[in-house]
């Protein structure tokens, strides 16, 4: 995840679309608590109880390569042989967040150059590679998906997991006219379809509140925008303004936070293992089948019976398809223990955490949206993880020497 995209929520609510959603939440963290309103007494802060950041309950690292490309995701039709392959992939930090609106794309293209074919193959099966497979599923064609991996192996399922469909999505340099529209279009899409995983058992998906904490002022905070976004990534949420929570300003002594200033937001939050185990019920229940292949030519997908093929490889398409267009955008987490009670999520000092049901995220994000550009190695590296799980410490320091009558 990015700086800006943690509390992406918050841009349209400030006026601050052309310097994107990061730029918007410092500028609005940083507005003075003395004229900040006053919160109605229904919208107040409940319990914030802190989060055990101990080193020892990191239980893994994980690093996920996130497939950019500078034009936007890959979504067009090419012949292989005989062969119709429609391309899904090039989605960035926002492969999760636009997948149904994304698989509504490709499978209406599918349909269209198929020309009657009603067998198709997807080749992949992470976010991307499910969602296409259940939209063509429930267009009346039989699917079956091609993986090396299947969660939780595949990349995705080492994914932040918070509602970001413009992170990192393109270059405002490089995109093509039409793309902004296209972009809300596939990310209006897949929130409506997200509304319907609410309430599942397993809480696939949900709304969870984030608060943005900062001691920086105003200049301070954009100063430190600019040099996060050297590459000039789009920033698209005014797009999405009507169908956003706003973010408000929390006045001081009303939260047990440390910081000068504070502002919260609310966002969706995909709880990954659950919400890939739904994805993978749902498409097997209806009569998908799943075989363990991988391929390492695209003559290879021509060789399949199917005449069509989505190809939804992620990263996976660099090498597959020699598309040199794919950067790569390195991200670490470190994943502590679950905690009963603890259900938001923080950006502080550059660091990313996000209470999920299936772990606590801690992911540093010190360079901006710059961080991890173009770099390939997925190794984890520990000290990184620990320093993060220090920078989250550090935070519940500061709170506990608060004076107690703003903390209870």
Known sequence: MNRRAFLQRSAAFTGCSAVGLSGCMRKAVVAPAATAPSLPFYDAPGAIPPIRADVDRIFRITVCLRPFRAAGPRLDVERVGEKIVVHNYGHG??????????????????????????????????????????????????????????????????????????????????????????????????????????????????WTDRYALSDMTRKESAALDDEGNTH?????????ADITPRSRDIPAGSHPFPTKYVRRSSSLTFNVADYSRQLMNDFLITGGRI??????????????PQRVAINCTGYGARQLWSDDSIVPIRGQIAWLIPQEGVNYGLFYKGLYVLARRDGIVVQPGFGGEDEGWNDTNEQPDRAAAIAGVEVLQDLYRRMEKMPRSRTS
């Open 232 to 240: 000039g990534f789009v920033h698209y949420a005014d797009r999405l």
């Open 291 to 304: 075989e363990t292949k991988e391929f390492h030519s695209p003559q290879e997908i021509a060789a399949l």
């Open 93 to 206: 930090g926002s492969g999760w967040s636009l997948s149904w609106g994304s698989a509504d794309v490709v499978v209406q293209k599918a349909l269209e150059a198929g020309n009657g074919a009603r067998d198709v193959a997807v080749i992949g099966c992470g976010a991307l590679g499910l969602t296409a497979a259940i939209t063509a599923q429930r267009a009346g064609l039989s699917v079956t998906i091609y993986a090396k991996e299947r969660p939780p192996y595949v990349r995705s399922s080492r994914a932040t997991g918070s509602w970001t469909p413009d992170s990192r999505i393109a270059l405002t340099s490089a995109t093509a006219p039409g793309f902004a529209a296209q972009w809300e279009s596939m990310a209006r899409t897949s929130f409506a379809m997200y509304q319907s995983y609410l309430g599942m058992p397993g809480t696939p998906i949900e």
